[in-house]
């Protein structure tokens, strides 16, 4: 849903200085770039970037695995030599088929000698999925299909690789691989009304996962959600093509109305007998994350109230049921889940982050929940934990802490001593991949406008041990199209805010001509689009589209306005229940500062984004209607009462308890201020900002008597693509730009 875009000025020989009018020799070479078309960014692989395909690492961090060409090889870290093939392709052909499986995914049993293969992937919602899972195993190199049930879901071997649970039809499963014998654990799931090992709509959407069951590490147990949405209100979505119109129901919860009861189990495989685990007698809350801790029989479930501002770690006897709490984390506004908890080996103590004293770092605890220390202090962030080595006591984390553009490895040991850089030194953004024994990681690191490298590194002094894949081939590619320079810059707002942007600037950049500039935004809570990665913070995709458009003589910019990531807890999030509001002066503020510049055409500017962007350019052309004279909005929420319950009311609280926060910045109730040109996107298969968004801002233009333009994308989610939707859509929005801006 973010975009972002920057210079690829590294790789071209030919941009220099500032061009004069008249014909230099830089000029002449730059004249003899190809231009890129939509053609190149939306419909060839021309800008395609290599990468390591399904690499897993292996049990023993000298070793990882990848597909290639539809066989699983074994690699040496040390020499990415290729040391065995694990399972041809032809081993994954059953028999009477003609080919082998199209296998898009694996993963391993504890001992590496059994493998679960997926083939016929199908996605539900963003992280949701059916596919049909295989057993493979390397003893007796048989290929085996786990179910004839249908299609499962989330297949996980136990960690003694004697079972494997899955869900199906709302239900979880669990089959004895000696056997095969395939036994429920679960049998009163019933769709849109009971949902168990699988997560809701909104907590797959808002709290990032789908999958809603883990084993125990002894393998005994295995603990599961249980999602009673009875209550909850469906959203009827039209299916398009058909003589008549299909309905697609599912259970949708809008902010202040009835959410899921969120139970969790815990299932012995022994005895087949389910207990029900203590989450308090409250149903209005939620219950976001759940795993085994390393001590036995015990459970860590993470509870936080429905306003999510007190977030309480209970750890759980899975044998009783009983549960208690040992954690508690809260904020004046809200506290933000990850999955930065981390059980260390023993049993004894446990690793959890929170932004307490004002930017999230790193702590001790003792299993009781007292806090041993601070690992980590500072006016930066720890964006990911990433390992734990229990031989020498290091943790291994991301964060920002060079610079909120930037994200590095670091290290540092429970002792709260030997904190160290292990990424190179220099700018740009690393996102590491760590051996399960922390001896090895696997880094891509990206900077502005240059194609990802991907390298194998030692994970205690982050020394380079092999490079995987430089993406040369797309570096060459890139030198030879005129592409433009991307700034990183700051000015300060009229209040005194520091604010953070990219600039992107035509390669033959004249500062005695007037630009146009076409300003990005997303703008949403906790996010960047301004930083120093490939994409400058957004999509490969739309910066080569910026790329496109600053070809044709346009500036593209892009502001982080408060409320965004990076910055520590006080700039996200002061835009607390007043959601839209300091962000859409922050972006005016930053059409402002642009119109001082003697370079730009103040007349001139422009704004677009896509989903709380695209909300951002509504709100943007309505209440800052003399700043913008185009905006073209992509998916928008236009009434926060239309979003869901956790995303909505953790930044603006209930619509009961704050309808001012609600009301006081939707576009809708703006429309009349609206003066530029305006083009309204969406898809009308869209599961997560409904469709019923955009119908509700053009019914309040066409009561204001306001002119404006409309595509919409039949059966088309949030994303809005296939086949040739994305060619499409972006042809749309290059003529709207070149005939409006």
């Keep these: 849903m973010r975009f972002r875009f920057v210079a690829l000025a590294a790789l071209l020989a030919a941009n220099g200085p500032a061009l004069l009018p008249s014909l230099t020799p830089t000029l002449a070479r730059a004249q003899q770039k190809q231009a890129l078309t939509l053609e190149d960014i939306w419909t060839r692989p021309t800008f395609r970037a290599a990468s390591v395909p399904g690499f897993n690492w292996m049990n023993d961090g000298r070793y990882y695995s990848a597909l290639e060409n539809g066989t699983l090889v074994q690699h040496e870290v040390t020499t990415g030599k290729t040391l065995q093939t694990l399972v041809s392709a032809t081993e994954l052909q059953l028999p009477g088929e003609a080919k082998p499986l199209a296998v898009d995914g694996y993963s391993f049993n504890a001992d590496e000698q059994k493998i679960l293969f997926t083939t016929g992937t199908e996605p539900i919602y963003r992280r949701s999925a059916r596919a049909s899972y295989y057993?493979?195993?390397?003893?007796?190199?048989?290929?085996?299909?786990?179910?004839?049930?249908?299609?499962?879901?989330?297949?996980?071997?136990?960690?003694?690789?004697?079972?494997?649970?899955?869900?199906?039809?709302?239900?979880?499963?669990?089959?004895?691989?000696a056997t095969m014998q395939e036994k429920a654990v679960t049998t009163t799931g019933v769709p849109n009304k009971l949902i168990n090992g699988s997560a809701d709509w909104v907590y797959e959407e808002e709290f990032s996962f789908a999958q809603g069951f883990c084993w125990s590490p002894d393998s005994r147990q295995i603990a599961f959600y249980t999602f009673d949405e009875s209550q909850v209100p469906e959203y009827d979505m039209q299916e398009w093509g058909g003589l008549y119109p299909k309905e697609y129901r599912f259970k949708y919860p809008k902010a202040g109305e009835k959410n899921s009861v969120v139970s969790v189990s815990s299932y012995e495989v022994a005895s087949g007998k389910t207990v029900k685990m203590d989450v308090g007698p409250n149903p209005d809350q939620y219950l976001p994350r759940l795993m085994w801790t390393q001590a036995p029989n015990t459970l860590s479930i993470q509870r936080l109230n429905r306003l999510q501002n007190k977030l309480e770690i209970l750890h759980g006897d899975a044998t009783t049921g009983?549960?208690?709490?040992?954690?508690?984390?809260?904020?004046?506004?809200?506290?933000?889940?990850?999955?930065?908890?981390?059980?260390?080996?023993?049993?004894?103590?446990?690793?959890?982050?929170?932004?307490?004293?004002?930017?999230?770092?790193?702590?001790?605890?003792?299993?009781?929940?007292?806090?041993?220390?601070?690992?980590?202090?500072?006016?930066?962030?720890?964006?990911?934990?990433?390992?734990?080595?229990?031989?020498?006591?290091?943790?291994?984390?991301?964060?920002?802490?060079?610079s909120p553009l930037q994200r590095h490895l670091y290290r540092v040991n429970v002792s709260g001593h030997g904190k160290q850089r292990l990424s190179e030194a220099g700018p740009g953004t690393d996102v590491v991949n760590m051996s399960p024994d922390t001896q090895y990681f696997l880094n891509t690191h990206s900077a502005a406008g240059l194609p990802a490298v991907v390298s194998l590194r030692e994970g205690s002094t982050g020394k380079l041990v092999k490079t995987l894949e430089d993406n040369s081939k797309l570096r060459e590619t890139l030198a030879q199209y005129d592409l433009g320079k991307l700034e990183f810059i700051s000015f300060k707002t009229s209040d005194g805010t520091q604010l953070n942007a990219s600039m992107l600037k035509p390669s033959n950049f004249d500062p005695a001509k007037k630009y146009p500039v076409l300003m990005y935004v997303y703008g949403g809570p906790g996010s960047q689009t301004v930083a120093d990665n490939t994409g400058g913070g957004i999509s490969a995709t739309n910066y080569l589209w910026h790329q496109l458009l600053v070809q044709k003589g346009y500036i593209v910019v892009s502001v982080d306005n408060r409320g965004t990531g990076a910055r520590g807890r006080n700039f996200r999030q002061t835009t607390y229940a007043n959601l839209g509001r300091l962000e859409t002066i922050d972006q005016g503020e930053g059409a402002k500062y642009l119109a001082t510049l003697p370079y730009v055409d103040k007349s001139r500017i422009g704004i677009w984004g896509w989903s709380f962007g695209g909300y951002m350019t509504a709100l943007a052309m309505t209440k800052n209607a003399d700043l913008f004279k185009m905006g073209i909005s992509v998916a928008p929420v236009t009434n926060w009462r239309y979003y869901d319950t956790v995303y909505t009311e953790r930044y603006l609280k209930t619509p009961q308890e704050n309808p001012g926060g609600y009301d006081d910045n939707s576009p809708v109730q703006f429309a009349q201020n609206l003066r530029g040109k305006f083009l309204?996107?969406?898809?009308?298969?869209?599961?997560?900002?409904?469709?019923?968004?955009?119908?509700?801002?053009?019914?309040?233009?066409?009561?204001?008597?306001?002119?404006?333009?409309?595509l919409y994308y039949p059966n088309r989610n949030h994303g809005i693509r296939g086949g040739n939707t994305s060619l499409h859509l972006y042809r749309q929005m290059t003529n709207f730009v070149l005939q409006n801006l």
């Excluded at 195993?137 to 690789?161: I, V």
């Excluded at 930065?340 to 004894?348: C, Q, V």
């Excluded at 119908?695 to 066409?702: E, K, Q, R, T």
Aim: avoid cysteine; hydrophobic fraction near 35%; aromatic fraction near 12%.
């Design 322 to 402: 009983k549960t208690q709490v040992v954690l508690t984390d809260a904020s004046p506004a809200y506290v933000d889940i990850s999955d930065d908890l981390r059980y260390l080996p023993g049993g004894k103590q446990f690793l959890f982050t929170s932004e307490k004293d004002g930017y999230q770092h790193l702590y001790l605890h003792d299993m009781s929940g007292k806090p041993v220390r601070q690992l980590t202090k500072g006016s930066w962030e720890i964006t990911a934990v990433n390992g734990f080595d229990p031989k020498t006591g290091f943790v291994y984390y991301t964060s920002a802490e060079a």
């Design 680 to 710: 309204l996107v969406h898809g009308t298969g869209d599961d997560n900002v409904h469709f019923q968004n955009s119908i509700a801002f053009v019914d309040a233009m066409i009561k204001a008597n306001k002119d404006y333009q409309t």
């Design 135 to 177: 057993v493979f195993d390397r003893g007796n190199r048989k290929l085996t299909p786990l179910s004839a049930g249908g299609k499962q879901g989330y297949a996980t071997f136990s960690p003694d690789g004697r079972y494997v649970a899955f869900t199906r039809d709302n239900n979880v499963f669990v089959t004895d691989l």
